[in-house]
């Protein structure tokens, strides 16, 4: 898909980069520029399901930090509720699956317009991978697995005289990746929106 390759290639552009905006930023200890927050939202399949009638509800956390002001990394973990008639199997129990991932983060903005304070808004490319797992009572089978794929991009938007809260729209695409290949008829698009906290640094900031 093109939309793939082209977050896939800025991902690279943002990593090629790293040394030379590294120049602009000192971190001092390991948790520095760290950040954590909640997310809620929708899910829905892009094939053979209406987008906004069929979309269930997913909640989650997510931890990350920045390693330079383009580039970052992130856990984050999301919960399924009532999704298992989006899917060939499901079960009846109020959350179905469990979803976590490793995401990249390149920001657009920063490696654009370079990094003096953090901006009012910022956009950011993702890209990572993940594992997804489904709950099925005893009754109904047995619990299935696969692996993930998830590609998108965040709208940051800072809040507050220091910045220190945000809030995050994250159109996402996730794909399963059992059939080993980046497919429509295995793919997700989640749309959340998270608020974050971060974390004070060791020069006070």
Known sequence: MKFLRCVMLLLVAGLLHLSEINAQYVGHRAFDNCYAGLQFGGVSPLRHHALLPDMRAVIGWHLGKQLTP?????????????????????????????????????????????????????????????????????????????L??????????????????GLTLRPHFVWNLEPQAYHAGFAEFRLTLGVTYFFKTSNGK
Do not use: M, W
């Not at 992130?74 to 976590?100: A, K, M, R, Y």
């Not at 998830?150 to 220091?162: D, I, P, S, V, Y």
């Open 70 to 146: 383009a580039f970052g990394l992130e856990l984050q973990s999301t919960l399924g509720v009532n999704t298992q008639g989006l899917h060939q199997q499901g079960s009846p129990t109020v959350f179905d699956d469990i979803h976590s991932s490793i995401l990249a983060e390149v920001s657009l903005t920063n490696l654009i317009y370079g990094y003096l304070s953090p901006r009012r808004f910022e956009l950011e490319l993702v890209y990572g991978f993940g594992h997804r797992h489904f709950f099925v009572p005893a009754s109904c089978g047995d619990d299935f697995e696969h």
């Open 148 to 165: 993930t794929s998830t590609a998108g991009c965040n709208l940051n938007f800072r809040l507050g005289q220091k910045k220190a809260l």
